[in-house]
């Protein structure tokens, strides 16, 4: 199901406490899909992966973690709601995968659409997919970087 994970874990028990506490601090629910994958990685290898929309290349380099690290779901968050960053990040959005120059992949609790957000032009909101599944499902069928 998880084509692009380097390898799958069982990360399930750590995983569901750690949803817990974020879905308790932001008010949030997380989709089912992003519970699945959550429970089968702690984010730190997936393969490169290359999505084409628009004739426009987007690289997806890495997984938001979930655990306290350099770039993690709570980190991220939070970043997005402060200034500079809350001016062009919708209040719905929450982070899921980012590049290599730290720009941000978000999905949206409202509408499970997922977005890409260039740090260099925020005002460039770019739907990549119209679920977390088609996203997954991108993901799945963009891998350029295999073992």
Known sequence: ?????????????????RIAYLEQKYGIIFPDILKE???????????MCEIKIDERSYVVASLVTLED???DFEYAADDARDEPMCN?????WYPLAYDNGG????????????????????????????????????LNTSIFEEE
């Open 37 to 47: 994958l959550y429970a089968k990685t702690d984010c730190n290898s997936i393969k």
């Open 88 to 92: 062009f990040v919708p209040s719905d």
């Open 103 to 138: 720009n941000y992949y978000y999905w949206s609790d409202k509408t499970h659409q997922v977005y890409f957000l260039d740090s260099e032009d925020v005002d460039e909101q770019v739907r990549i997919s119209e679920s977390i599944e088609a996203f997954i499902e991108l």
């Open 69 to 71: 690290g350099d770039i």
């Open 1 to 17: 199901m998880f084509k692009f994970l380097k390898e799958e874990i069982d990360n399930r028990e750590k995983s569901a406490e």
